[in-house]
């Protein structure tokens, strides 16, 4: 089972961050080398695991980078804002340890005021096992 463990030093107050990647999809990159495009680099971001985000949630910018098109929208509430649209996406989180989790709908939000680019919500935590050592400021993940 493919996992990693990061230990956090003052894991209360910074909470359960990981650096991250945001990659194409593979239903994606089938199609892109079929038409013979280039593959668009991942891109690095820092995530933290919301065990009360609904779902996976990257800002703009990353979206920008990938270059890649939205496959819907979805409207959402946040602890400051409600009925917020946003786009949705197909992409791949590419975790340490080579842990990778593909998903069908992961959102463009701004994050506004936040130090991370990444929220990793419940849609991929319902796909994984998630431990939350606060005595010992670590983090286990694995799927």
């Given amino acids: ?42 891109v690095r971001a820092l995530a933290m695991i919301d065990t009360g985000a609904t779902s996976t949630i990257v800002k703009p910018e990353i979206i920008e980078s990938l270059g890649i098109n939205p496959i819907g929208e979805k409207r959402i509430s946040t602890p400051s804002c409600t009925d917020f649209s946003c786009n949705q996406y ?23 005021g936040q130090s991370i680019q990444c929220l990793i919500g419940r849609d991929i935590l319902s796909r994984v096992v998630f431990i939350y050592n606060g005595y010992a400021n670590f983090i286990t993940f694995s799927i």
């Fill in 1 to 42: 089972m493919p996992s990693f463990t990061t230990q956090i030093p003052d894991l209360l107050n910074t909470g359960p961050v990981v650096d991250i990647a945001v990659a194409t999809h593979p239903d994606l990159l089938e199609h892109l080398k079929e038409s013979g495009q280039s593959i668009p680099t991942p």
């Fill in 90 to 112: 197909q992409a791949t989180i590419l975790f340490p340890n080579r842990v990778a989790i593909h998903i069908s709908s992961i959102l463009e939000a701004p994050l506004t």
